[in-house]
């Protein structure tokens, strides 16, 4: 596993959580970074993506809640949740893209309502 995703937990609904996801730098610095989440029973879907340049891009379903950003001298993206809801409970999946795709091994987020 070359992505290592964190800062997972459970939260009250309404609460914040930060992820992180560290990369090689090799990776890192010529890919594009996202985030995706899979709740059980339902597929992956798309949260949030930042492109090389800092361009950024939200799901409608977290617009205005959750923030991505990306530290390019630690090798990191960061995922900021706040205002978080039940519906945020899912593992939530590091994703670098550009000609090759590579994934993390998920971080579990569960919001108590």
């Known amino acids: 596993v070359q992505l290592q995703a964190s800062g997972g937990g459970l939260v009250q609904a309404g609460g914040s959580l930060r992820l992180s996801c560290a990369a090689p730098?090799?990776?890192?610095?010529?890919?594009?970074m996202a985030w995706y989440r899979q709740a059980p029973g339902k597929q992956r879907e798309f949260v949030a993506s930042?492109?090389?340049?800092?361009?950024?891009n939200y799901a409608d379903s977290v617009k205005g809640r959750f923030t991505i950003s990306r530290d390019n001298a630690k090798n990191t993206v960061y995922l900021q949740m706040n205002s978080l809801k039940s519906e945020d409970t899912a593992v939530y999946y590091c994703n670098a893209f550009n000609s090759r795709n590579y994934w993390g091994q998920g971080t579990q987020v569960t919001v108590s309502s």
């Open positions: 930042i492109a090389i340049g800092g361009n950024t």
């Open positions: 730098g090799s990776i890192f610095s010529s890919n594009h």
